[in-house]
């Protein structure tokens, strides 16, 4: 104390030290030494209060150890009294024991009266429960089966205490009591559970009280359970296990009503499959709505009440779906089943409901049926639809032959196209198939279309021999069919539909842009029959020109044949029809008419049928070769043929010129004229002409011969060749010795 004193007095002079430094502060001095006083006094009354404290401490802890020491002095003094009165008092409690005996003897006796009570009331208790049963009052009669097996487990308690090996009063007891009972109760709580779905609509009461019976039972099974491990005595029929048994029911209920939903089988309605699915999904969405509204109220929320029916429910429907699966389902009937099971089980109309949701996770339920059975059911279907497909088509080409022998015209569409139903056969029935795969998997569809378009380019190719058939049998009597042309034509534009239908398909149908091996092969295969039916038509037109065409460039030609007339107007009414024929097919097929045209009156020339006699008569013949190539050039023009027209029809008019030129001496650079215009133009081509003019000599010819053949001209890029395809006839030995005659007689002139 006296060194903290010491401390603040040095801190107080050292303050008053520094503030006296200067002396504008020396008028308050006073007031400094004031207030240190103050500070010096109250830490001096601190420092006593604190040491007060502390004395008043140590003063109450020393009265309170004397106070203790007296207490513990007393405690000493009354032990050693107990003690001395516990011995006295050894004997005494030994001389009671007959006592203790007494009063045991007496509690059992009083007991055995007790249940003496209960004994002669027994068959009295029996019948009355035996009336509740019946009456319905599950509630009051498991109340008296509770008191009767109460007092028979007490009895076998006693007994087994006394004598635990003694097996027949244990029975005498139990079959005393009759058990019977508690299974009448247990088929009643039985049935009330497996009308669950019933009961809990009219009478909820009845399935609590289910409930609460077995509640009830779960509890004594475990007090006896818990009784059996401390006595090593249960009652018989301990633990009845109530609970599981109740689940059991219920799982058997659920698949009772799932099993009873066919209602028909295929032989009476082909649509069994879609009834019983339809009725399946109704019942079992009906029932778990019903157990979300109403039965969970009536069962303990530990029971998780909801869920577990809607575990019982899918594991029924797993059940039934797999043995259908198992039966033999025909194709429609597989599509029914997946997509059932793989879109239409979890979808909003199923298990998915909105009401559901808030209650379940559909994701995590297990698949309906295991992925290996899809796979077989898919590849049966795959199987299946392949061999009916194949029917189908065949069937649907069969119905087109027969419609091709009619004696009326085709329909025509929209656009006045000739066609037959055929392709809208054919792909009503893709359409449909490939709808029913797009309800199962996106993978499947794609699967199917592929199947598809594999069997259509096989349906092509048959097609394309059926429509050779059918060329080959007009050809044997062309007077039939009558509609030969006609039906020719809808087979070329039915490759157009086919080939739009195609894509149609793709488009909707696949997730690939990308073309397939079936896509290149149905495309070649389609653009062949295609061709070829515009080939027959053309080959058509041309059996009816044959002897016009044999009458150019003979004598009867030259002296006023109209040949050329007839042929312009057949050639002009054949397009009538043609002109019924689709884009771009009746482009390509004039095109080909004027080239065939040309090549046969160029053939004509070549095959040397006139040799011109003087210049009057190759003046004549050339002119009118000219007019004739502006018939052609005006037809062909009028039937759109293309821009090659003029170049082909030109042709003709070039073979002219060759034929019209008076001086033989210029006769060189008019053939090289026509070579540098058509230079697929051959050296027997120029020979067969230079002989129908009939005045080149022979050096005249080998030197134009030999001169071409030192300047030839490639024609690789010449897109419609003419003289490529014209074969110049040999000379034989009787036109040699025709043609020495000719020129003997020219020269004795």
């Known amino acids: 104390m006296e060194e903290t004193s010491r401390e603040a007095v040095a801190t107080a002079v050292q303050r008053v030290a520094g503030m006296l430094q200067r002396s504008d ?19 001096e009354a601190r420092l006593k209060a604190a040491i007060q404290s502390q004395l008043d401490g140590v003063r109450t802890g020393l009265t309170q150890l004397h106070s203790a020491l007296l207490d513990v002095k007393d405690i000493q003094s009354s032990l050693a009294d107990v003690s001395k009165d516990w011995r006295q008092s050894i004997n005494t409690i030994e001389n009671l024991k007959d006592v203790k005996d007494a009063v045991v003897q007496h509690s059992q006796l009083a007991s055995a009266v007790e249940n003496l009570k209960n004994i002669f009331s027994v068959p009295e208790i029996v019948e009355d429960t035996q009336q509740l049963i019946e009456q319905g009052e599950l509630l009051q009669a498991h109340r008296k089966l509770m008191e009767l097996e109460c007092s028979r487990d007490d009895l076998m308690y006693e007994q087994y205490r006394m004598d635990s090996k003694n097996t027949s009063d244990m029975n005498l007891i139990f079959n005393y009591f009759e058990d019977a009972l508690s299974d009448e109760l247990a088929k009643q709580l039985w049935m009330v559970l497996q009308r669950s779905m019933v009961t809990v609509r009219r009478d909820p009461t009845m399935l609590v009280s289910v ?15 818990d009784r059996k491990k401390q006595t090593g005595f249960i009652p018989p029929g301990r633990p009845k296990r109530w609970k599981d048994k109740m689940f059991e029911v219920l799982e058997g209920t659920v698949s009772t009503r799932i099993e009873g939903t066919q209602a028909v089988t295929r032989e009476a309605d082909k649509m069994w499959l879609v009834r019983l699915l339809e009725i399946t999904r109704k019942y079992v969405l009906d029932d778990l709505i019903v157990v979300k509204n109403l039965m969970v109220q009536c069962f303990p929320p530990h029971y998780n009440t909801f869920n577990r029916f809607f575990g019982l429910y899918h594991n029924a429907v797993s059940c039934r779906v797999k043995e259908l699966a198992f039966e033999d389902l025909e194709a429609n009937e597989i599509v029914s089943m997946l997509t059932w099971v793989l879109n239409t089980y979890k979808s909003e109309e199923m298990m998915g409901h909105p009401e559901l949701l808030s209650e379940c996770d559909i994701n995590q339920l297990e698949p309906l049926l295991p992925q ?21 088509l065949r069937k649907a080409l069969e119905t087109d032959k027969k419609d091709w022998q009619k004696e009326t015209e085709p329909e025509a569409d929209q656009d006045g196209y000739y066609q037959t139903t055929l392709p809208a056969i054919v792909f009503q029935m893709f359409e449909q198939n490939l709808q029913v795969a797009a309800q199962i998997d996106g993978d499947f569809k794609e699967q199917v279309l592929k199947l598809c378009l594999k069997q259509m380019n096989t349906f092509l190719i048959r097609y394309r021999e059926e429509a050779v058939v059918y060329k080959e049998e007009h050809l044997r009597d062309r007077q039939l ?51 070829e039916g515009c080939q027959f038509l053309l080959d058509e037109v041309f059996l009816d020109l044959e002897n016009h065409l044999n009458e150019l460039l003979t004598r009867k030609w030259l002296a006023g044949s109209h040949a050329v007339d007839t042929i312009c107007v057949t050639v002009e009414d054949y397009f009538n029809d043609f002109n019924k024929i689709k884009k771009p097919f009746n482009q390509e097929m004039t095109s080909e008419a004027l080239r065939r045209v040309v090549v046969e009156y160029i053939k004509a020339v070549m095959q040397k049928r006139i040799t011109f006699k003087n210049a009057d008569e190759r003046r004549e013949g050339a002119d009118r070769m000219i007019k004739e190539a502006d018939q052609f050039k005006f037809l062909f023009r009028k039937l759109a043929a293309g821009e090659d027209t003029d170049r082909l029809c030109g042709a003709i008019t070039a073979t002219a010129e060759v034929f019209k030129l008076t001086d033989p001496a210029l006769l060189f650079l008019e053939v090289t004229t026509l070579v540098s215009k058509y230079p697929d133009i051959r050296e027997e081509h120029i020979q067969a002409l230079l002989a129908v003019r009939g005045d080149a000599s022979r050096e005249m010819r080998q030197m134009i011969i030999g001169t071409l053949s030192e300047n030839k001209v490639s024609y690789a890029g010449v897109t419609q060749p003419i003289f490529k395809d014209i074969t110049v006839p040999t000379i034989t030995m009787t036109t040699m010795t025709t043609m020495t005659s000719m020129a003997t007689a020219k020269l004795l002139k």
């Not at 502060?25 to 830490?43: G, N, P």
């Not at 409930?211 to 359970?225: G, L």
């Not at 009558?482 to 080939?499: D, E, H, R």
């Not at 091996?517 to 061709?531: C, F, M, P, Q, Y």
């Open 25 to 43: 502060q020396l008028d308050k001095v006073e007031q400094y030494r004031r207030r240190e006083a103050r500070k010096k006094a109250s830490v």
């Open 211 to 225: 409930v609460r019976i077995i509640e009830r039972e779960e509890k004594i099974d475990r007090r006896m359970v």
């Open 481 to 531: 069919p009558q509609c030969y042309v006609q039906y020719m034509i809808a087979i070329i534009n039915n490759c157009q539909t086919f080939n739009e239908s195609i894509k149609s398909l793709k488009k909707k149908y696949s997730q690939s842009s990308e073309p397939t091996v079936s896509d290149t092969a149905i495309g070649r295969t389609l653009n062949e029959v295609a061709k």
């Open 372 to 392: 290996e059975v899809v796979d077989d059911l898919l590849s049966k279907y795959v199987q299946t639809f392949t061999s009916n497909i194949t029917g189908w």
